[in-house]
């Protein structure tokens, strides 16, 4: 029988706290939740910075190459780094083909 810690409470404690193995693996459980979010957490900035600079890029060739009207670069830009933002994003959830 294990032994009792003192106070009104002493048993109820004891169990309450569990062994020290159960306690690491409840840390480890945790810590890999944690890190199935993290793996995610810089996507909106990565998604945001892709199709900013594609679609500055666009822009900075239609100022130095073209006179046109609608500025035709800088919307292939900006669709062009949204299909690669799109791309990294589903390739970062579902994980590199093997």
Request: glycine letters at 12%; aromatic letters at 8%; hydrophobic letters at 40%.
């Given at each position: ?21 159960t ?42 190459l ?33």
């Amino acid at each position: 029988m294990p032994p009792v810690s003192s106070g009104p409470f002493g048993a109820l404690s004891l169990c309450a706290q569990g062994s020290p193995e159960t306690r690491s693996q409840k840390g480890q459980d945790r810590q890999r939740e944690l890190n199935r979010y993290l793996r995610f957490a810089g996507a909106g900035t990565q998604f945001t910075i892709i199709i900013a600079a594609f679609t500055l890029g666009g822009k900075w060739l239609d100022e130095q190459l073209t006179d046109l009207k609608p500025p035709l670069l800088t919307v292939l830009g900006a669709l062009l780094g949204m299909a690669l933002a799109m791309y990294l994003l589903i390739r970062s959830v579902y994980g590199p083909r093997k």
